[in-house]
């Protein structure tokens, strides 16, 4: 007979554990003056011309929007709620 595995119980059977999902966004981790050194260190065009560009970021309306359209829907299903 073997022994419990660790992550297993002494009777053998595996815990259910809390879980969660991780992950980043690239463009959301890195300093603006970072994107470009790395752009430009790779031969990389950026879609913003420059660091201001770039800082101005997007529109919170477009944000807003998106976020609508990816939230504001049954999940799985393309249609709105209700």
């Given at each position: 007979m073997s022994a419990a595995s660790p992550v297993s119980g002494p009777d053998g059977a595996v815990?259910?554990?809390?879980?969660?999902?991780?992950?980043?966004?690239?463009?959301g981790t890195l300093e603006p003056e970072?994107?470009?050194?790395?752009?430009?260190?790779?031969?990389?065009?950026l879609r913003h011309a420059d660091l201001d560009e770039l800082r101005r970021g997007v529109p919170l309306e477009v944000v807003m929007a998106?976020?609508?359209?990816?939230?504001?829907?049954?999940?799985?299903?393309?249609?709105?709620?209700?």
């Open positions: 815990p259910v554990l809390p879980t969660a999902e991780l992950h980043v966004h690239i463009e970072l994107a470009f050194a790395l752009a430009a260190r790779n031969g990389t065009r998106a976020l609508g359209e990816a939230f504001g829907r049954r999940r799985g299903t393309g249609r709105p709620p209700g």
